[in-house]
């Protein structure tokens, strides 16, 4: 199986400052005959199910704020938020959907300082 | 407006079964694979099912393999989870999650997908 490993497992940022968590996959997750990178992002905010952010790496799902954008290739994968806003303080979790085994990182958890 | 609404959880005792359901509307349900996945009290998420639009492929995570059965009523717009042999850690609110796109590998029978609906899940809790 893959195994997506994120970091920080939290951090705390202030509003308006950005925020950058880290998703690192045990092997490629680019698939070279489209050149395209199998990760996806999501928002899960307390009681509520995940929300799809961003899928192929970097392409970010109809409306989401374009203060969220994620980056990487291969194994190694980022997703910023730009300005944070309070309305972001949720777990983030990176996934891969390269194998039929889908796998998902720990999450880490946004917060205000 | 797509819609999934899980239904079926509840406290069992460890070794006995559950069946959930996944109510899904506002989409053509047999063109999309699907998927459930849960996540533990306070734990992160975890993929454990995946089922095919006509229901010809499914994979299951290592975790529920052999002891867990998907499947899927196209006619009634339904999924399902069939969970036996349940233990303390299948404790988990377990919810259905729909494919971003309908497309399919007919040579693998994996959609490759990101989940871009997800239902509000229904808790299972199993006591040892």
């Known amino acids: 199986d893959i195994v997506m490993t994120q970091s920080p497992d939290s951090l705390a940022v202030s509003l308006g400052e950005r925020a950058t968590i880290n998703c690192k996959s045990s092997q490629s997750i680019l698939y070279n005959s489209n050149n395209r990178n199998y990760l996806a992002w999501y928002q899960q905010k307390p009681g509520q199910p995940p929300k799809l952010l961003i899928y192929?790496?970097?392409t970010r799902e109809s409306g989401v704020p374009d203060r969220f954008s994620g980056s990487g290739s291969g194994t190694d994968f980022t997703l910023t938020i730009s300005s944070l806003q309070a309305e972001d303080v949720a777990v983030y979790y990176c996934?891969?959907?390269?194998?039929?085994?889908?796998?998902f990182g720990g999450g880490t958890k946004v917060e205000i300082k | 407006e797509v819609h999934l609404v899980e239904s079926g959880g509840g406290l069992v005792q460890s070794g006995g079964s559950l069946r959930l359901s996944c109510a899904a509307s506002g989409f053509t349900f047999s063109t999309y694979s699907m998927n459930w996945v849960r996540q533990a009290p306070g734990k992160g998420l975890e993929w454990v099912s995946y089922i095919s639009g006509s229901g010809s492929t499914i994979y299951f995570a290592d975790s529920v393999k052999g002891r867990f059965s998907i499947s899927r009523d196209n006619a009634k717009n339904s999924l399902y989870l069939q969970m036996n042999s349940l233990r303390a850690e299948d404790t988990a609110v377990y919810y259905c999650a729909r494919d971003r796109t309908t497309y399919y590998d007919g040579l693998t029978g994996y959609s490759a997908n990101s989940f871009e609906y997800w239902g509000q899940g229904t808790l299972v809790t199993v006591s040892s």
């Open positions: 996934q891969q959907y390269y194998t039929n085994l889908i796998t």
């Open positions: 192929w790496a970097s």
